[in-house]
C-alpha cells in the first residue's frame, strides 16, 4: 500500500482558518524544537487577549459535570497581566443570597485548529478544594464523529485543586465510552507552587504526555463508532482538526465542591505561553496494534508475583502498585510473602489508601474467581473490586466491603466478564475513608478461569 503523507505547517491551519497571514507574530521569540516547525504561539506579553486566536466561551452554571460556575468574558475572570493569561474564579452571592460563581474559558475553535503536532503549555495551577483548572483539546467539528464521546477529546494537564502534587494526562474515545489516563506525580513541592511545562506530542497513530520534558503516558490504541454502526477506521477520532481551551472550573463531579478552606483571592489560573509545533510531514498509513493480552503464571494466576515472593517496587504501575489520593497517608512494602500496607491516614474516598494489579486480561463470556487471604492489627473493613479503568471504570466485580479480623481469613469471589475484552482490567483493594487506619496484611492473591 502506498504510504499518505500529511503536510504539516500552513497547509493544515489554513484548513482551519482559511488563512494565518493577518495574525500577529509572537512578541518574544519562541525556541526552535528539533524536527518541529513553529506553528503558532501565544506569549501573553500584551495587555490583554488576543481574539485573533483565542475565543472567551460563555456558559450556565451546570453546563457540564455539575460545575457551579459560570463561565463570563469579564475582565475580572479573564485578562493578561505581566506575560500571563490569567483566569479567575471569583466567588459572590446570587439575589438570595446563596453562593455564586463566576470564572473564564478561552478556547481556539475555529480560530487556530490543528490536526498533529506538539503543545507545550507552560502554566500555574491554584489550590484550593474545588478548584479545577484544565487544559484540553476538543474536535472543531464534534459532529463529525458524534457527540462526546465519540468525536474524542484530549486533556492535556488536569489538576485538582486540593492535591495540587498530581497530574493527569487523558484521552476520551468510543462508544461506549472509553478513556486512557496517565498520572504524574511530584517528589516534592506542587504544581501550584511554580510554572511548569505541559505538554503532548499527537501523531495519527500515538499519543505522548510530558510535564517539565518528563514522558509519563503513550497512548496508541483507541477507537470510535456509533452503536449499531461498525468502528470508524483507526484513527478516528483523532485525525481530524483539533483546537485548545484553557479553563478553571469551580465544583463538579471529580473535584467537589469548594469549601471554607477555599482561597478565592488567590484562585488564579495562569499560563506563561502556548505554543504549537509541527513536523513537515506525518505518515497517516497507520493501523490499530492487535490487542496482546498479558498471559496467566506457570500455575494459571492472572494475578504476577500474587504470592509477594518478590519484594517489586509499588510506584512503577508493573504487577503491583499502590497509590494515595484525597488526603490518604500511608505506604506499602512486600516482605516475608506478605503485601502490609499501614496507613496514617485513611482520607475521604475509599480509594484514598488503594493497592491495584493494572492490565488484567478479562475475556467477555467468561468466569473467573478471586481467592486472597487477609486481616488486620485490629478488626476493620476493606472494599474489593475489579474495574474497568478504560471503560468509564465499570465494574466487572462490583465493590464489595469484607470485614477483616486479626486473624487470616481466605477471601472468594466469582464474577463473569459480560462486556467486550478488556485487556486494561483492574484489581483493587480499596482502604480509605472507612474510619481505621489499622495496618492490613495480604497473601496469596490469585484470580483464575473457572470456565
Known amino acids: 500500500m502506498k504510504t499518505k503523507k500529511l503536510l504539516a505547517g500552513a497547509l493544515i491551519l489554513a484548513m482551519a482558518t482559511g488563512c494565518l497571514s493577518g495574525c500577529a507574530a509572537p512578541k518574544t521569540e519562541t525556541p526552535q524544537i528539533d524536527g518541529y516547525n513553529l506553528l ?13 486566536k483565542w475565543n472567551k466561551e460563555l456558559r450556565e452554571p451546570g453546563w457540564t459535570n455539575n460545575e457551579l460556575q459560570e463561565y463570563t468574558d469579564s475582565e475580572q475572570n479573564i485578562y493578561v497581566k505581566d506575560g500571563c493569561l490569567n483566569i479567575k474564579a471569583i466567588k459572590t452571592t446570587d439575589e438570595n443570597g446563596n453562593d455564586y460563581y463566576t470564572s473564564g474559558k478561552v478556547q481556539g475553535q475555529n480560530k487556530t485548529d490543528f490536526m498533529y503536532g506538539k503543545v507545550v503549555i507552560s502554566a500555574k495551577v491554584p489550590e484550593g478544594q474545588g478548584l479545577w483548572p484544565a487544559l484540553w483539546m476538543m474536535p472543531k467539528d464534534e459532529s463529525y464523529y458524534g457527540q462526546w464521546p465519540k468525536c474524542g477529546e484530549i486533556d492535556i494537564m ?4 486540593n492535591q495540587t502534587n498530581i497530574a493527569y494526562g487523558t484521552v476520551h474515545y468510543g462508544e461506549p465510552h472509553a478513556e486512557q489516563q496517565g498520572i504524574y506525580t511530584l517528589d516534592s513541592g506542587s504544581f501550584a507552587d511554580e510554572f511548569h511545562e505541559y505538554s503532548i506530542e499527537w501523531e495519527p497513530g500515538e499519543m505522548r504526555w510530558y510535564i517539565d520534558g518528563n514522558l509519563y503516558n503513550t497512548v496508541n490504541d483507541w477507537y470510535t463508532k456509533v452503536d449499531g454502526e461498525e468502528m470508524k477506521d483507526y484513527p478516528a477520532p483523532f485525525n481530524q482538526l483539533f483546537f485548545i481551551q484553557m479553563n478553571l472550573a ?11 478552606t477555599t482561597d478565592f483571592d488567590n484562585a488564579v489560573f495562569q499560563i506563561d505561553y502556548v505554543r504549537v509545533y509541527q513536523k513537515a510531514e506525518y505518515d497517516t498509513n497507520v493501523t490499530r496494534p492487535e490487542q496482546e493480552f498479558r498471559g496467566t503464571t506457570s500455575d494459571g494466576n492472572l494475578i504476577w508475583n500474587g504470592d509477594f515472593s518478590e519484594a517489586e517496587p509499588l510506584d512503577d504501575e508493573e504487577n503491583w502498585f499502590f497509590l494515595l489520593f484525597y488526603n490518604g497517608e500511608g505506604a506499602a512494602e512486600i516482605k516475608d510473602g506478605e503485601m502490609i500496607i499501614t496507613s496514617s491516614a485513611c482520607g475521604t474516598e475509599e480509594y484514598s489508601v488503594q493497592l491495584v494489579q493494572p492490565d488484567l486480561p478479562l475475556i467477555q463470556g467468561t468466569t473467573y474467581k478471586l481467592t486472597f487471604e487477609a486481616c488486620a492489627a485490629e478488626d476493620r473493613t476493606m472494599i474489593i473490586a475489579v474495574t474497568a479503568p478504560n471503560v468509564g471504570w465499570i465494574r466487572y466485580l462490583k465493590d464489595t466491603k469484607i470485614d477483616l479480623t486479626t486473624d487470616y481469613q481466605e477471601f472468594e469471589f466469582e464474577f463473569t466478564m459480560n462486556d467486550a475484552d478488556d485487556n486494561y482490567g483492574r484489581l483493587e483493594f480499596n482502604m480509605g475513608a472507612q ?5 492490613i496484611y495480604i497473601k496469596n492473591v490469585r484470580i483464575e478461569i473457572v470456565e
Open 40 to 52: 503558532w504561539s501565544d506569549e501573553f506579553d500584551g495587555n490583554k487577549l488576543d481574539e485573533t
Open 158 to 161: 488536569e489538576v485538582l485543586g
Open 250 to 260: 469551580v465544583g463538579g463531579d471529580w473535584p467537589g465542591n469548594p469549601d471554607e
Open 435 to 439: 474510619g481505621s487506619t489499622a495496618t
